[in-house]
């Protein structure tokens, strides 16, 4: 049988993406998300931050890209590793300083993210 739809479409107003919403399920817990190799999701995060970089402010995917990577963190081994963490915590002060209100959904995101993982990312030089 060929499909001729994208077969998650129903769930069009949560994903856009079929590839996105796998990810996201897949690093939603930590018995999933081992079945990455850490270099794989090294690649990975480098994905996920050039698109947080060059996605504008209110776009909807940058949204799903930032709840993926809060599974990323909370779910695999990244706090050994630490990939790419200055361009992380970059991308999340250009969120909180560069909105005019289009990404409060995104704001909303980066401070959950900095409030579970204060390990992780500095708070001295939040807004």
């Known amino acids: 049988m060929l499909l001729t739809e994208d077969p998650v479409a129903m769930f069009s107003t949560l994903c856009p993406s079929s590839g996105l919403k ?8 930590q018995m ?3 079945l990455f190799f850490t270099t794989d999701l090294m690649v990975l ?3 996920i931050v050039r698109q947080l970089a060059d996605l504008p402010a ?13 599974g990323i963190i909370g779910n695999t081994n990244y706090a050994e590793h630490r990939h ?6 970059d991308c ?11 990404g409060e959904a995104d704001r909303q995101v980066v401070v959950q ?3 579970d993982f204060p390990r992780l990312f500095d ?3 939040t807004v």
């Open 22 to 29: 796998m990810l996201h399920d897949v690093f939603s817990s």
């Open 32 to 34: 999933t998300s081992g």
């Open 45 to 47: 995060i480098d994905i």
């Open 58 to 70: 209110g776009d909807n995917i940058r949204s799903h890209y930032l709840h993926l990577l809060h």
């Open 84 to 89: 790419r963490l200055s361009d992380i915590s």
């Open 92 to 102: 999340f002060q250009n969120i909180l300083e560069d909105e005019l209100g289009q």
């Open 113 to 115: 993210l900095w409030t």
């Open 123 to 125: 708070f001295s030089t």
